[in-house]
């Protein structure tokens, strides 16, 4: 069975400090795919990231910056200098070679000015 | 423009009152899915469709019936609405070719009392 786990529930931050958000995840498949996802308080979802599983390459877009790390089966997220605007709800999530993507539980993010 | 829509945004019902939650795309995908979103518990797979006539279970599919009779619609049914079907329901769409991220609608806003 496949499986994504957020731990933090939610992170307050004072803004322009750095901040990472966490994604483990279970999969027996060889071939995969994680992604993460923005839910900003207007609700809609916003596509970030998608990563396969065999390419372990950290990436950086901006302020991002994506560590996946098939050792410890983590995909995490982190989000330098952080902004009010980043404030929002951050989901992870695993798609196998079934067309279903599981989500994580998601972690809120509040930037404080 | 791709656009995933759908409608009703918000919706507020009573216990037993079947309602339909449209969902339309038009980029031609073949695959549509059904989401709910709970506080905690991140997304669940309702149900999807692989292609016109081909639909399928998903993780939470107690209560909720879905057709496609069309590429581009995807409707989800609740025949007898129940208050714990009360949740922020999302559409999402993506081509079955090569695996690109999913498309998802604005979401609807279910409250049943």
């Known amino acids: 069975a496949q499986k994504v786990t957020q731990a933090q529930t939610e992170i307050s931050v004072v803004e322009k400090e750095d901040v990472t958000l966490d994604c483990v995840y279970e999969?027996?498949?060889?071939?995969?795919?994680l992604f993460w996802y923005k839910q900003p308080p207007s609700g809609e979802l916003v596509f970030l990231i998608r990563?396969?599983?065999?390419?372990?390459q950290n990436e950086i877009s901006g302020r991002y910056s994506w560590n996946f790390q098939k050792s410890t089966s983590s995909f995490n997220f982190t989000i330098t200098a952080s902004q009010v605007v980043d404030s929002a709800v951050y989901f992870c999530a695993l798609k196998g070679p079934s067309q279903k993507l599981v989500f994580g539980q998601g972690t809120r993010l509040t930037i404080n000015p | 423009e791709a656009q995933v829509t759908q409608n009703p945004r918000y919706l507020i019902t009573v216990t037993g009152k079947k309602l339909t939650v449209t969902c339309s795309q038009n980029m031609n995908h073949e695959y549509m899915s059904w989401y709910r979103q709970d506080p905690g518990l991140g997304l669940r797979q309702i149900y999807y469709s692989m292609n016109v006539e081909v639909t399928d279970k998903g993780d939470v599919p107690e209560g909720y019936k879905v057709s496609r009779k069309e590429k581009r619609n995807f409707p989800l049914i609740l025949e007898s609405p129940s208050p714990n079907q009360t949740s922020l329901y999302f559409c999402?769409?993506?081509?079955?070719?090569?695996?690109?991220?999913?498309?998802f609608g604005p979401g609807t806003r279910l409250t049943v009392t």
């Open positions: 990563r396969n599983s065999f390419d372990e």
């Open positions: 999402a769409s993506r081509s079955l070719g090569q695996y690109y991220e999913q498309y």
């Open positions: 999969t027996r498949d060889t071939t995969y795919y």
